[in-house]
């Protein structure tokens, strides 16, 4: 289940950093698109490093 969610997760943000890429390369960067892929490139080191670490013990 967890791995689920991350994976999801994961998804959802490659998703929106594709969709920010895209609006950058229509209409330009701008420091709005330049925060967003920051801020995504930050959850997706997030959630790649959850998936890569075991569970905790229960």
Do not use: H, K, Y
Not at 15 to 38: E, N, Y
């Amino acid at each position: 289940m967890r791995t689920a969610i991350l994976v999801g997760a994961l998804a959802m943000i490659a998703i929106l950093g594709g969709l920010t890429i895209a609006v950058a390369v229509r209409s330009g960067p701008d420091p709005l698109t330049v925060l967003s892929l920051l801020v995504l490139a930050l959850l997706g080191v997030g959630v790649l490093g959850a998936l890569r670490e075991p569970p905790p013990p229960s």
